[in-house]
Structure formats: structure tokens, C-alpha cells
């Protein structure tokens, strides 16, 4: 793949950022914010001109999540939305969502010029392409409910990326540059009175007095109320979060091109193929897919190759290559809003279903909203709580069946035959222990248990870490957890 690729986001060549603390002694205040990326940093901004002490606490720094691997599309043309949520819930909550969507693309552009905010903010316009005749079926039912609803559109036989048997095409929508956008909202806030600290992990909650004790490595935090903005709840109670969504893992590459027009492109179903440019110094031609189920496609190292392969027919080269995990809820819409009906001391914001940087805009005006006692348009859509619907059912029996194969054959399988001779899987005294033998010969000996529901973890040979197949958490080759739900590392101190 060349030497010379970067394994890491295109967004986090950009470093021109104020660094927070950490931590360094308990704490109080009336909103606590778990979570630096797109939705915590939202959910700060939105809060800072009210009378609430409000604190934000990431793991590690913020940014540098989940939000460091989107693709920075801002659009409401999201590869079949409406012909699921027409499917499943009728048409007002089909356009309720399109509204929403709508609104958040259009805060993102009123605070750029509002705050001058410098994150390659761009107008574009969002192509939904068919590649099957099913994909046509699925753009006809899309057509119609835009028909119907007033929302301005293009039929085209063809879209600027790739082959295609048709397209829609909308206007006003956006890119930007995820990170840069993030980093002003964030000095904002700041500079509003919103205490950010960084390298603070939680590490568990509990109710106390009318408050909930957010115990984090560097002391306790007490919160009138807390919100869960850090992608994967680290949590199972309340809520039984791994019961309502799976994880999809997708692949991101970028390459330098000569010509980068407007235009951003995605299509219907899997297998996804994403398409953006982002102009700044250089010109680049952004492209996401062989995105698959969390658990399916274990060769991380042959999805990369797949991709860049897939990606020769679009760029010369790819110079940054990527990968990011979304978790796809049952019903198809996120959950933003109060945990439990009668619960106002905790929220969350997760479950964007691959659209995050919308979602996450709009879950930050969502939960001010509730938290302020205000009214809030979108506050039944997102709700955590709502009601089951017959393919909440259907696609939770799927989910389930998919969480317990994987988490089966994490137990059965002890080696792999896509493992390298560096990696190595032995067992010490009933336990079962990872070994990597890096380039200059040192051991790296871990645990393969995840921490957080017990899953066998998988080498990524790619990257050089330990992935869980069942939930997402990632650890690197010394056992450290850099993504969860995990709140532990796998670290082993003694020798083989």
C-alpha cells in the first residue's frame, strides 16, 4: 500500500488547537457532559449563555473520537432514510426527520458566519445514486415523498463519481472540516465559562441525593444532571443500550487530486459507496465504503486492501486512509433526550446511524431544550423511550442473533489464519493472553477479554490493535483502551 500513506484521518493533520487540562480534584456542577466530540461539544456550546455550570470531560482529547472519522458531510439526503422511516413510522415522522436534518445543516452554517468561523464550510450539492434496480425502487419512493412534501429536487440519469442507473439531487446542503469547526465551538464555549478538561475518563455513576456522583481517574465529579455524549454508552443499565443497535465498521480514504468539484454523493444500501471533495491546501476526493457489520469481515488488513483497490478507480493515490464505527439503531432514528421518561437527571445522544455530524448538531439544541424546560420540536422523534415498532422487532432479532455469533465465535476462535508470525495467541494460568512481537523484536502481552462484556478480542493487523468484534472497543498493542465502551485496559504486567 505504499509507505508513504498515512494511516490516520485526513481531519487530524490539522493540530491548531487549544489543549484543555486535566482534571486534578472533585468537582460540582449543574450539567456534566461526557463526551468531546461533535454532539458533547454541541451540547456545550448550546448550553454556555444559560445560568448552568456546565462541564465537559473527554477520555482523551476532544475531536479526537468518533468526529475524527466522519467523512464532514452536513446534508439531509442520507443514503434511504425516508423510505425506512416511511416503512416503519408513517409520513409525519419522515418529514419531522427531514426538518430536523434540515435545521441542523443550517445552524452549522449560521454559526460559521455568525462566529467566522474558518472550517472549509462549502454549499454543496448531495447526490442518492442507484446502483441496482432495487436502489431505483428505493429513489421512486424517496421522489415521491419529496413530491409530496414541497422539498425542492433533481432527477438525473447520472451523478459527478461513478456509474449509476439514476440519481436524486438536492440543494443546500454542506461539507466542512469536522475538526476545525469542532475546535472554534468548543474555544466558544469556553470562553463562556463551559470547563473543559481532557485526559479525564469516566470510569462509573451512581444517584445520590438528587444528583448523580460521576466517579472519572482523577477524582469525582457531583451533576444535577449528565449527559452521555461519548458514541457507545459505556453502560448496560438502565436502558439495555446493546439491545438496540449494532455497530457498523466503515473504511475512509483520501487522495490528491487535480480537479475537485461540488458535489457529494452517496447511495442506498450496502455494499455503501460515499463520495465528497474537501478543497484547502490541497484537493482531495474523499471516498467511504466496504463498510460492513461489526462482527462480519474480521481481516481488518483485507478491508483496507478491498478499499484502496475500490478507490484506484476514483483517485491516483490515496494518501490517508481511515477507518470509523456507527452504531445503527433498530428503528432507524438516533436516540437524543432523558434516558427514561421519568428520569431528569441523565440524557444521551447516540445511535446516528453513520450521520453523525447532523445529528449530533441537532442533538446539542435537542438536549439544551430539555435540559432548560423549553419545548422542543424533535424532542419526541429522538426520544430514548418511545414506543417498538414492528421492525424495531425484526431487526433487534437480527441484532441479537448477530451480537451472540460474534460473541460465540470470539469464544471458539482462538487464532486466525489472517494473523501474521508477529501475533500469537497463548494461555498462562487459565487465562488467554495476545501476543504482539513488534518490528524490533519487544513483546507486547495483553489480555484478549475484553472489560466490557467479556467479548475475545481480534488483532487488527492493520492498525497494530485489539478490537472487540461484538461492541467497538479498541485497545492498542500495550493493552490501553483509545475507544470504548470500555472503561478498562488489558494491560499484563508479567512475562509469558
Not at 307 to 331: C, G, H, R, S
Not at 434 to 446: P, R, T
Amino acid at each position: 500500500m505504499g509507505d508513504i500513506m498515512q494511516k490516520e484521518s485526513l481531519w487530524k493533520q490539522y493540530q491548531n488547537h487549544k489543549r484543555y487540562p486535566a482534571l486534578t480534584k472533585g468537582i460540582t456542577c449543574d450539567v456534566l457532559i461526557i463526551g468531546g466530540g461533535i454532539t458533547g461539544i454541541s451540547c456545550a456550546f448550546e448550553l454556555s449563555n444559560s445560568n448552568q455550570k456546565i462541564v465537559l470531560i473527554d477520555q482523551n482529547q476532544i475531536g479526537q473520537g468518533i468526529t475524527s472519522g466522519t467523512t464532514g458531510k452536513l446534508t439531509y439526503l442520507q443514503n434511504g432514510i425516508y423510505q425506512k422511516l416511511l416503512h416503519t413510522f408513517g409520513e409525519e415522522i419522515a418529514l419531522t426527520y427531514y426538518q430536523s436534518q434540515k435545521e441542523a445543516v443550517e445552524t452549522v452554517e449560521k454559526y460559521v458566519n455568525q462566529y467566522h468561523i474558518d472550517c472549509n464550510f462549502q454549499k454543496d450539492i448531495s447526490y442518492l445514486f442507484a446502483t441496482t434496480r432495487k436502489e431505483e425502487d428505493t429513489l421512486q419512493i424517496e421522489k415521491a415523498f419529496f413530491k409530496r412534501n414541497q422539498i425542492p429536487y433533481i432527477y438525473e440519469k447520472t451523478n459527478p463519481f461513478c456509474r449509476s442507473r439514476g440519481a436524486i439531487k438536492v440543494p443546500d446542503t454542506a461539507v466542512f472540516h469536522p475538526l476545525k469547526y469542532l475546535y472554534h465551538l468548543a474555544e466558544l464555549a469556553y470562553k463562556r465559562g463551559v470547563q473543559i478538561y481532557e485526559k479525564t475518563k469516566a470510569v462509573g455513576f451512581k444517584d445520590y441525593e438528587n444528583n448523580v456522583i460521576v466517579d472519572t481517574e482523577r477524582g469525582y465529579i457531583r451533576a444535577k444532571k449528565v449527559v452521555f455524549a461519548c458514541h457507545y454508552p459505556f453502560f448496560l443499565l438502565p436502558g439495555l443500550f446493546p439491545l438496540r443497535a449494532h455497530i457498523e465498521r466503515s473504511y475512509v480514504c483520501a487522495g490528491k487530486v487535480k480537479d475537485a468539484g461540488n458535489g457529494n454523493a452517496i447511495n442506498p444500501s450496502n455494499p455503501t459507496y460515499s463520495f465528497r471533495y474537501h478543497k484547502d491546501r490541497n484537493k482531495f476526493l474523499i471516498y467511504c465504503g466496504a463498510s460492513h457489520k461489526l462482527g462480519d469481515h474480521l481481516d481488518y488488513q483485507e478491508n483496507y486492501r478491498l478499499l484502496t483497490e475500490q478507490a484506484k478507480e476514483f483517485m491516483p493515490n490515496v494518501d490517508y486512509i481511515w477507518q470509523n464505527q456507527d452504531i445503527m439503531t433498530n428503528d432507524y432514528l438516533p436516540l437524543i433526550g432523558r434516558l427514561q421518561k421519568n428520569n431528569d437527571h441523565l440524557y444521551i445522544a447516540t445511535g446516528y446511524n453513520t450521520w453523525g455530524m447532523t445529528n449530533g448538531v441537532i442533538a446539542g439544541k435537542v438536549i439544551r431544550d430539555l435540559i432548560l424546560g423549553e419545548e422542543n420540536p424533535y424532542a419526541f422523534l429522538f426520544a430514548p423511550y418511545r414506543g417498538i415498532h414492528f421492525d424495531q422487532i425484526k431487526n433487534f432479532t437480527l441484532d441479537a442473533y448477530q451480537s451472540g455469533k460474534s460473541y460465540a465465535i470470539s469464544k471458539l476462535k482462538n487464532y486466525y489464519s489472517f494473523y501474521l508470525d508477529e501475533v500469537k495467541i497463548r494461555k498462562k494460568k487459565g487465562k488467554k493472553l495476545g501476543i504482539y512481537i513488534d518490528e524490533d523484536g519487544k513483546y507486547h502481552i495483553v489480555s484478549t477479554i475484553c472489560p466490557h462484556m467479556k467479548c475475545s478480542l481480534t488483532f487488527n493487523m492493520f492498525q497494530k490493535t485489539w478490537d472487540c468484534p461484538c461492541h467497538g472497543s479498541r485497545f492498542d498493542m500495550d493493552g490501553k483502551c483509545i475507544e470504548g465502551p470500555s472503561l478498562k485496559d488489558i494491560t499484563i504486567i508479567e512475562k509469558i
